[in-house]
């Protein structure tokens, strides 16, 4: 698999704003695919925040993650924050979550980021495997929801 920025492979972002939005929409108020492609639009970036990396494997998407500023308005005090951490439900168990997640983190040091935050639903244990810290549990939009922390440098 090579991991490449979304700005390099822009063809991308309709694929990875339908997994964005089938997967996390119901977080989103007012939330459509179009939203999620404008958001996309916005994190076509190398060297600065947000940025969008993509997985692909023989020319095909599989996967996506992403470095922003805030992901819970609610929590603007933390800051940065990696998001949606994606794979296409085939592609996964097979490392291509953590090959994109360890990919974030390295451009997170590249960029001079010394800690990330992130939340989640459902996979406290997969990051905490990889070196993150639960910082709280909280509602978040109607959904009981895990942030966590993971120092970077």
């Known amino acids: 698999m ?6 390099d492979c822009q063809e991308a972002i309709p694929q990875v ?23 996309l639009h916005e994190r076509l970036r190398r060297d600065q925040l947000p940025l969008t990396l993509v ?5 095909e998407v599989i996967g996506t993650v992403s470095l922003i500023p805030c ?6 005090d933390f800051s940065p924050w990696l998001a949606s951490l994606y794979v296409e ?10 090959a994109l997640l360890e990919a974030a983190v390295r451009e997170a040091n590249r960029l001079c980021i010394d800690s990330l935050f992130l939340f989640t639903v459902t996979s406290e244990a997969f990051y905490a495997k990889h070196g993150w810290e639960k910082v709280e549990s909280c509602i978040y ?8 922390k993971r120092f970077v440098a």
């Open 89 to 98: 439900s085939g592609r996964r168990r097979r490392g291509v979550g953590t």
């Open 55 to 59: 997985g692909i494997e023989a020319e």
């Open 17 to 39: 704003a339908r997994w964005l939005f089938d997967e996390w929409g119901c977080l989103l108020p007012g939330g459509s695919v179009e939203r999620a492609i404008a958001r």
């Open 71 to 76: 992901d819970m308005e609610t929590r603007s």
């Open 141 to 148: 939009r109607n959904r009981a929801v895990v942030i966590m």
């Open 2 to 7: 090579d991991i490449r920025y979304l700005a």
